[in-house]
T-cell receptor, first 117, second 114 residues
Framework: NAGVMQNPRHLVRRRGQEARLRCSPM?????VYWYRQLPEEGLKFMVY????????ESGMPKERFSAEFPKEGPSILRIQQVVRGDSAAYFC???????????????FGDGTRLSIL | GENVEQHPSTLSVQEGDSAVIKCTYS??????FPWYKQELGKRPQLIID?????GEKKDQRIAVTLNKTAKHFSLHITETQPEDSAVYFC?????????????FGKGTLLTVNP
């Protein structure tokens, strides 16, 4: 069972360009989360998605950032008009859904290191 | 919203000693508490988790304890080895609906000296 797959591993963009980060959850997982990690800091929640639905985007900046998890294909985190402050590691995690509603372990991908020149 | 405080920020121990990392949380509705280990440049890896209906959980050299009344939980690593050196993060979340998101502490850099 392949783990959470993220690509690219490293992404370099110039200020003003767009960054597109991809995440394929583990097989059988229907919940996807995106977190951002700044150097020497913890992970900060950005957005929580299920297939075709954004459940919670309270941690994602209202401007320039968007996320989707289409019926087919990976989840995408999109950052438009990038600025230097967007430089960080972006991690995706996934978890399965159980009818009990109990929290399930979130398994992380290797992350995308975004550098803005 | 939830706030998770983690201490200490750095911890250095001799190989074979025990290491304890402590976290407190603010939201009394939080009921799930995982711990992650992150090596430099790698993904966070889940090492143990505990739910609020349990006071303690053990897995070989790793144990976690939870005090719901005081709203704190701790990670205990016994017989530490150099390969335990990493950054450890605690986290907390609620159950159900949109509440599954994890709120993380700022991490503890554990160094195990041979």
């Amino acid at each position: 069972n392949a783990g959470v797959m993220q690509n690219p591993r490293h992404l370099v963009r110039r200020r003003g360009q767009e960054a597109r980060l991809r995440c394929s959850p583990m097989k059988g997982h229907s919940h996807v989360y995106w977190y951002r990690q700044l150097p020497e800091e913890g992970l900060k929640f950005m957005v929580y998605l299920q297939k075709e639905n954004i459940i919670d985007e309270s941690g994602m900046p209202k401007e320039r950032f968007s996320a989707e998890f289409p019926k087919e294909g990976p989840s995408i985190l999109r950052i438009q008009q990038v600025v230097r402050g967007d430089s960080a590691a972006y991690f995706c995690a996934s978890s399965p859904f159980l009818r009990t509603g109990n929290n399930q372990p979130q398994h992380f991908g290797d992350g995308t290191r975004l550098s803005i020149l | 919203g939830e706030n998770v405080e983690q201490h200490p920020s750095t911890l250095s121990v001799q190989e074979g000693d025990s290491a304890v990392i402590k976290c407190t949380y603010s939201d009394s509705a939080s009921n799930y508490f995982p711990w992650y280990k992150q090596e430099l440049g790698k993904r966070p890896q889940l090492i143990i988790d505990i739910r609020s209906n349990v006071g303690e959980k053990k897995d070989q050299r790793i144990a976690v304890t939870l005090n719901k009344t005081a709203k704190h939980f701790s990670l205990h690593i016994t017989e530490t080895q150099p390969e335990d050196s990493a950054v450890y993060f605690c986290a907390a979340s609620r159950r159900g609906g949109s509440n599954y998101k994890l709120t993380f502490g700022k991490g503890t850099l554990l160094t195990v000296n041979p």
